[in-house]
């Protein structure tokens, strides 16, 4: 037995895309999260010491000014100068640029103590004036062991905080890995179903328009079943439809796949899904413009929305249904409206979500999923789709999608022949 070489020009597995894609994102966000709590931290850290050296410097000028009975022998990093009527006296080896001359004369003048930060010859000292009867005396402290301390830290805070970043980052893609594995499994069964769903359908469906097909071609020559031909050509539209819908699934449930796009008539095809519900029981009224009402997107896909939304109006509606299409600005809108009891309350703000059904007793129970497959329908044409109550009673679904630039309908799929 010969093993088929891996072709590498194939498209990679879009199920493993979508787990890279989901890891790194988690892994980027856990390592934003750590980054946002070590920067906290670390600013918070920060201030605990910023604060704790000027709490220190003060209370050691202090102590320094106060004991400034000699200014010969003060505590380390401190020099003192003592100034009176008959001149200043210093700390020997009194670094250049000091005293603070203005901060002594300011002191002498007006018997106000005084802390200023002072730079002087490229360092940055704190000094504290103070005026002790006749005399003033500045203290002078180097600050330049608190900025090293500073520095210290800071470079401490950035080394631990990009290692916790980078290994945060790595723990978030191996944990998201793990935690989404199991989902794109199961999108992966889901989407293997549909295919092969989709394939056996395909088979019955081809055979079937076959069939019709041969039948209509046998009553077109048979005068005498003209009641019975009208009736095969629409069982064979029919398959033709529901073969474009499969496609259309089969597509949606493909991730990436692109969404077939031509110019409809959205006009057009509300009055087509309007005239395909003759049979029910309700009236439905189509109100159009008389211009056409152009948007890009898939025909199939579009006329299943709209199939959904007439869809349940009809299954509430008491007398009548209203389709109505309008465009203003730039986006086009199709509003379906009945005049039956209207959304249950506590339904409304959900009924859009699958298994969304109500539990009053006044509607009829079903499983949710026709609105539900409007909601992607429209958000893969980058509209929206809105559900409310009428003021008189009755239920508005409304289909928004964005009018189309052109409105020259492709040749292959005019606007009358949707189905």
Do not use: C
């Not at 003060?58 to 003060?74: K, W």
């Not at 095809?269 to 109100?287: F, K, Y």
């Not at 211009?291 to 997107?297: I, L, T």
């Amino acid at each position: 037995m010969t093993t088929r070489p891996r072709d590498r020009s194939a498209p990679a597995d879009p199920d493993g895309r979508l787990l890279r894609r989901a890891s790194w994102r988690l892994g980027a966000q856990a390592g934003l999260i750590v980054a946002l709590i070590v920067t906290v931290l670390s600013a918070l850290a920060v201030l605990v010491v910023v604060q704790g050296q000027h709490r220190g410097a003060a209370s050691l000028l202090a102590q320094a000014v106060a004991r400034a009975d000699d200014v010969a022998d003060p505590p380390a990093s401190v020099w003192l100068v003592a100034q009176t009527s008959g001149g200043q006296v210093a700390t020997p080896g009194l670094p250049p640029g000091l005293p603070d001359e203005a901060a002594l004369a300011n002191t002498s003048a007006t018997g106000q103590d005084s802390t200023v930060d002072y730079r002087a010859g490229g360092v940055e000292y704190r000094v504290h004036t103070v005026r002790r009867g006749q005399q003033t005396i500045q203290a002078a402290l180097d600050l330049s062991s608190d900025h090293a301390e500073r520095v210290r830290l800071a470079s401490a805070l950035l080394l631990s905080g990009g290692l916790g970043l980078v290994l945060a980052a790595v723990a978030g893609v191996w944990l998201g890995r793990r935690a989404v594995r199991p989902m794109a499994q199961a999108l992966a069964l889901q989407r293997r179903f549909v295919a092969d769903a989709g394939h056996e359908l395909r088979t019955p469906l081809t055979l079937l328009s076959t069939r019709v097909q041969l039948l209509h071609r046998h009553l077109r020559r048979d005068p005498g079943h003209a009641d019975l031909r009208g009736e095969a050509a629409a069982v064979a539209a029919d398959a033709r439809h529901l073969a474009a819908i499969l496609d259309d699934l089969l597509l949606a449930a493909e991730p990436g796949s692109p969404l077939p796009s031509s110019t409809v008539d959205l006009a057009e095809l509300a009055e087509r899904v309007g005239a395909a519900s003759t049979n029910d029981p309700v009236p439905v009224q189509v109100i159009r413009p008389s211009a056409p009402v152009a948007v890009r997107g898939s025909a199939v896909a579009l006329r299943r929305a709209v199939t959904a939304l007439l869809d349940n109006a009809s299954s509430h509606a008491r007398a009548g249904v209203t389709i109505s299409v309008s465009s203003a600005a730039r986006h086009a809108s199709l509003e379906v409206a009945d005049d039956g009891p209207g959304f249950d309350a506590d339904l409304l703000p959900g009924v859009f979500e699958r298994f969304a059904t109500a539990r009053d007793g006044q509607q009829p129970r079903g499983y949710g999923i026709g609105l539900a497959l409007v909601s992607e329908i429209a958000a893969r044409h980058g509209g929206t789709v809105s559900a409310s109550n009428q003021p008189g009673g009755g239920a508005r679904l409304r289909l928004t999608l964005p009018l189309a630039a052109s409105q020259e309908f492709s040749k292959e799929q005019p606007p009358s022949s949707l189905g």
